[in-house]
């Protein structure tokens, strides 16, 4: 049994730093594509960045790209996202994924994606 577990989430200032982690359990990640979304209240998902099965490939959503850097420890199963310059309007429950689609974006495939419960990013003004 797949379980996906995130962490790191929290209160920070704008301008400010946090590093969400993800470990999942029962699949090796290497194999797959994994990724980050977001989805803000009243708002609709968003994928924020996701890397290829080899590491070779990562993508970025514009809101985020040069703020945020994505990367995946194989030994640990676990995947991160360093997230720098925080803004109010990154304020969202941020889930991690795998076995998404990554490509020109991060896209959940219905069906044989993985997804854990999500951890709140709330960044103040």
């Known amino acids: 049994q797949v379980q996906v577990v995130e962490s790191g989430g929290g209160l920070v200032q704008a301008g400010g730093s946090l590093r969400l982690s993800c470990t999942i359990a029962?699949?090796?990640?290497?194999?797959?594509?994994e990724g980050w979304f977001r989805q803000a209240t009243g708002k609709e998902r968003e994928g924020v960045s996701c890397i290829s099965w080899n590491g070779g490939f990562t993508y970025y959503s514009g809101s985020v790209k040069g703020r945020f850097t994505i990367s995946r420890d194989n030994v640990k199963n676990t995947l991160y996202l360093q997230m720098n310059s925080l803004k109010p309007e990154d304020t969202a429950m941020y889930y991690c994924?795998?076995?998404?689609?990554?490509?020109?974006?991060?896209?959940?495939?219905?069906?044989?994606?993985?997804w854990g419960q999500g951890t709140q990013v709330t960044v103040s003004s």
């Open positions: 994924a795998a076995r998404i689609w990554c490509g020109t974006t991060a896209q959940d495939l219905p069906g044989s994606a993985y």
């Open positions: 029962g699949l090796t990640l290497i194999n797959y594509n």
